[in-house]
């Protein structure tokens, strides 16, 4: 369902405010938690001043350690989805089981699957059953064919407003860049399915000062948009304190980026 070889043309996702995919450049940004309600709805001013479309913000953590901050839950889902309306913008938040589908329908417009659930089968096939877009993070060591394969689980279910997203994979050297942005995947991807691939520079570069970059690198090779973190004061975040970027930064992200668009 996914193959270029039977759908040759282009997949254009459909959000209330989008359409993701062919030749748009769609922004998502926001931070990785939402971490109380000012701040959701200052960031939601913040990132559409700067040119942003979509908010993310994650309310459930996939967190390393069960000890770190899990995510507001629903409570930070309704944070999330007033602050969107008030400025316009379709929600991104990640799902991390089949049971919070019915709960989160109300606030998202799109699903996000994070990469330590991009082979959760079940998950895949849930968000699947429903009519809503759903983003596909690559896997922390997924091949191309295991990504595709997951995303194909997600089109079974006859759900095909799929978004593919490389956030980089890990590799043997995580000292300097949390993974390896795989930057030769993204027109890989482009050229055996249909979907909108887009890029997530900050879980692949890990630190701030690399993520305009990866950014850069990630639209140069095609990317049909990309997803940033951005908080108001990075260092104190909840999670992913060290690639946050300030709002300020994001913007001029933004405008690099987007003439790098322009030009291909
Ligand atoms: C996130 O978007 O905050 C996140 C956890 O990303 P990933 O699943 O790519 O690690
Ligand atoms: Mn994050």
Known sequence: LGSRVFHPEDTI???????????????????????NEAMIQDLAVQVKAAGATVLRGGAFKPRTSPYDFQGLGETGLSYLRKAADATGLD???????????????????????GARNMQNFALLKAVGQTNK???????????????????????????????????????????????????GAIPILQKLSHYP??????????????????????????????????????????SDAAQQLTPGTFKQMVVTTAKIHDLL
């Not at 991104?92 to 989160?104: A, G, L, R």
């Not at 950014?215 to 975040?237: F, K, L």
Request: aromatic share 6%; hydrophobic share 45%.
């Open 13 to 35: 996702v459909k959000t209330p405010h989008n359409k993701i995919g062919g030749h748009n450049f769609t922004v998502m940004a926001g931070p990785c938690s939402v971490e």
């Open 91 to 113: 929600v991104i938040t990640e799902v991390m089981s089949p049971e919070q589908i019915p709960m989160m329908l109300p606030y998202t417009d799109i699903f996000q699957i």
């Open 133 to 183: 877009p759903v983003a596909l993070k690559r896997g922390l060591a997924a091949t191309v064919d295991e990504m595709l394969n997951a995303a194909e689980y997600i089109a079974s279910q006859g759900n095909l407003q799929i978004i593919l997203i490389e956030r980089g994979i890990r590799s043997f050297d995580d000292k300097y860049s949390r993974n390896v942005l795989d930057v």
């Open 197 to 238: 691939v887009l890029v997530d520079p900050s879980h692949a570069a890990g630190h701030a000062d690399l993520v305009p970059i990866y950014g850069q690198a990630g639209v140069a090779a095609g990317a049909q948009g990309m997803i940033v973190e951005v908080h108001q004061n990075p260092s104190q975040a909840w």
